[in-house]
């Protein structure tokens, strides 16, 4: 079972800088896709940023300029560099991974992985 966990939200002014970062673990075989999702209070959940293997980006029109996302595979590890943060990024950021998982061994299973979230809060 492969499992995520999430650190570097916390409290931060408006124009601050925060960097999340999410490491994966388990007996994982290839991660496809890593991204970051956020969820304000009374909101639906969305996309900020996903990276594939290859590493080609997708970012919010809303964070485009300001957030950067990167991935180390080596540690299986997604980072997300938010600058310039604004009171409306106020949220909990929830990481996410997609690949295959299991020993070489036996057929592998994909999964799709969810972090507990880390809460980011911007005060203006």
């Known amino acids: 079972q492969v499992q995520l966990v999430e650190s570097g939200g916390g409290l931060v002014q408006a124009g601050g800088s925060l960097r999340l970062s999410c490491a994966a673990s388990?007996?994982?075989?290839?991660?496809?896709?890593m991204g970051w999702y956020r969820q304000a209070p009374g909101k639906q959940r969305e996309a900020v940023a996903v990276?594939?293997?290859?590493?080609?980006?997708t970012y919010a029109d809303s964070v485009k300029g300001r957030f950067t996302i990167s991935r180390d595979n080596a540690k299986n590890t997604v980072y997300l560099q938010m600058n310039s943060l604004k009171p409306e990024d106020t949220a909990v950021y929830y990481c996410?991974?997609?690949?295959?998982?299991?020993?070489?061994?036996?057929?592998?299973?994909?999964?799709?992985?969810w972090g507990q979230g880390t809460l980011v809060t911007v005060s203006s």
């Open positions: 990276i594939i293997a290859g590493g080609t980006t």
């Open positions: 996410n991974a997609q690949g295959w998982s299991g020993r070489y061994d036996l057929p592998r299973n994909a999964f799709n992985a």
């Open positions: 388990g007996i994982i075989r290839s991660i496809n896709v």
